[in-house]
C-alpha cells in the first residue's frame, strides 16, 4: 500500500501548486505591487531585482489587497470576455499571464499581463488586473514560477522593507 500511496504524495508535495506557506523563503522569488504608486517590483536573491510601472483598477476596491500565490501562467492568453485569441493585436491580455488567487480564485481572474495600450500603464484604469508593457511581462514571465508569493498592497513603505516585512528579505 505504501508504494503506491508513495509517489502519489511525492507528486502532490512537490508540486508547483502546493502552497509554500504564508510568506515567502528569504531569496526566493517574491512579487510587490504598490498600488499607491502603481509600481512592481521583483524581489529574487535577497534584493530587490527591478521595479517597473504598472496600471491597477480603476476603483481601490477592483484589483484586491493581500497576500496571493502565483497560480497560472500562459504565453498568448486567450481573453474569454471578449472573445479573443491569444496572439490577436486586438486581445487587452497582452502576450502572457501571470495569474494569482486573488478572492478565492484560481488564477484565471486576477492577474498580472501584458497590454495592448501600451499609454495606460501608471494609471488607475484596469477592471482588477495588473497591467505592464509586453516586453516587462514577457521578460519578468520565465522569472516567476508557479507557486510564487506576490504581495499586492497600498503602502508609503519602500519596496525592500515591505519584503523584509513578509520574509522575501534577510
Request: glycine content about 10%; overall charge positive.
Amino acid at each position: 500500500m505504501l508504494k503506491i500511496l508513495s509517489p502519489i504524495l511525492m507528486t502532490f508535495f512537490l508540486s508547483p501548486l502546493w502552497p509554500l506557506g504564508p510568506n515567502p523563503v528569504p531569496g526566493d522569488p517574491f512579487v510587490i505591487v504598490n498600488k499607491s504608486r502603481n509600481e512592481l517590483a521583483f524581489i529574487s536573491e535577497n534584493k530587490v531585482q527591478t521595479v517597473v510601472s504598472v496600471g491597477t483598477g480603476m476603483t481601490q476596491e477592483l484589483t484586491p489587497e493581500g497576500l496571493f500565490t502565483i497560480t497560472v501562467k500562459a504565453k498568448d492568453p486567450y481573453f474569454r470576455r471578449g472573445n479573443i485569441p491569444g496572439g490577436d493585436p486586438a486581445n487587452p491580455l497582452g502576450v502572457r499571464w501571470i495569474g494569482f488567487d486573488a478572492k478565492g480564485t484560481d488564477g484565471r481572474i486576477y492577474g498580472i499581463h501584458g497590454t495592448n495600450q501600451p499609454a495606460s500603464i501608471g494609471k488607475y484604469v484596469s477592471q482588477g488586473c495588473i497591467r505592464s508593457q509586453n516586453e516587462v511581462i514577457s521578460s519578468l514571465f520565465p522569472l516567476i514560477p508557479l507557486g510564487t508569493k506576490i504581495l499586492v498592497i497600498t503602502s508609503k513603505k519602500s519596496f525592500e522593507k515591505l519584503a523584509q516585512e513578509n520574509g522575501a528579505i534577510k
